[in-house]
């Protein structure tokens, strides 16, 4: 089965549908990921990178990012 990436990288409100957490904890778990991957402030976090952060999978991650 082939999968459509929508988009590359992630926000806050697709790490909310993703588990079920206050915006405000996903806004915080984007940061604590940008800390880990040394990024600076205005780089974004992707897909992939949210998905090996956190052990999640890509193809359960996917159907969630609307656009």
């Given at each position: 089965?082939?999968?459509e990436?929508?988009?590359?990288?992630?926000?806050?409100?697709?790490?909310?549908?993703?588990?079920?957490?206050?915006?405000?904890?996903?806004?915080?778990?984007?940061?604590?990921?940008?800390?880990?991957?040394?990024?600076?402030d205005?780089?974004?976090?992707?897909?992939?990178?949210?998905?090996?952060?956190?052990?999640?999978?890509f193809?359960?991650?996917?159907p969630?990012?609307?656009?």
């Open positions: 089965m082939k999968f990436q929508k988009r590359v990288c992630i926000y806050p409100k697709d790490v909310q549908r993703i588990t079920g957490k206050s915006y405000r904890y996903s806004r915080l778990l984007l940061i604590d990921i940008k800390k880990h991957l040394n990024k600076q205005h780089q974004f976090i992707s897909v992939d990178e949210f998905c090996q952060y956190t052990g999640l999978k193809e359960e991650v996917n969630l990012i609307i656009g």
